[in-house]
T-cell receptor, first 111, second 117 residues
Framework: QKEVEQNSGPLSVPEGAIASLNCTYSDRVSQSFFWYRQYSGKSPELIMSIYSNGDKEDGRFTAQLNKASQYVSLLIRDSQPSDSATYLCALRPGGYNKLIFGAGTRLAVHP | GAVVSQHPSRVICKSGTSVKIECRSLDFQATTMFWYRQFPKKSLMLMATSNEGSKATYEQGVEKDKFLINHASLTLSTLTVTSAHPEDSSFYIC?????????????FGPGTRLTVL
């Protein structure tokens, strides 16, 4: 089993809709979780970090963490075509500073 | 804040030559930096953790003699791909760890696209 699993997509949503991106992980000890956005040919950009169970909101983005279910998600409200990118879920294994990335979900927001 | 630069952004070299890539944290000090490699349509694969003043920690399967890492200062880490071959062609991305209390976050450089002919 991969440490971080994401559906590769593409996830296609209409402009203005809510995009829901999901991620599951296998390491129960992990405490820190991150969502990065990566445009084609560019490096990842940090969108959200989440460390506690529950929801964390930042503008149009909401990250949700459920450690019991080993599940972390990212909701993007009022999706815009500029949100079209690959979204990478990452975790920091317990006791380490390095990140383990999922394969990413490609999001396509169409007008 | 938390800006990381890489140089060069793009490099084309002949097979058998060595290529050095620089990673700099511009507005913060980073005792720890990371080097990743990303093949087309694939996720980031961590190659090594670069620690200022000490040897890098390589991930399993990464040849330390081929990918030389030097972290000589708190703002600079370099990756040298020695005797590059076409299979080393990839997108190399560094990140720097911004340490802040209990929460440490990585910020990425813009990446270096290496093409080995």
């Amino acid at each position: 089993q991969k440490e971080v699993e994401q559906n590769s997509g593409p996830l296609s949503v209409p402009e203005g809709a809510i995009a829901s991106l999901n991620c599951t992980y296998s390491d129960r000890v992990s405490q820190s979780f991150f969502w990065y956005r990566q445009y084609s040919g560019k490096s990842p950009e940090l969108i959200m970090s989440i460390y506690s169970n529950g929801d964390k909101e930042d503008g149009r983005f909401t990250a949700q963490l459920n450690k019991a279910s080993q599940y972390v998600s990212l909701l993007i409200r009022d999706s815009q075509p500029s949100d079209s990118a690959t979204y990478l879920c990452a975790l920091r294994p317990g006791g380490y500073n390095k990140l383990i990335f999922g394969a990413g979900t490609r999001l396509a927001v169409h007008p | 804040g938390a800006v990381v630069s890489q140089h060069p952004s793009r490099v084309i070299c002949k097979s058998g030559t060595s290529v050095k890539i620089e990673c700099r944290s511009l507005d913060f000090q980073a005792t720890t930096m990371f080097w990743y490699r990303q093949f087309p349509k694939k996720s980031l694969m961590l190659m090594a953790t670069s620690n200022e003043g000490s040897k890098a920690t390589y991930e399993q399967g990464v040849e330390k003699d081929k990918f030389l890492i030097n972290h000589a200062s708190l703002t600079l880490s370099t990756l040298t791909v020695t005797s590059a071959h076409p299979e080393d062609s990839s997108f190399y991305i560094c990140s720097a760890l911004l340490a802040g209390g209990s929460y440490n976050e990585q910020f990425f450089g813009p990446g270096t696209r290496l093409t080995v002919l």
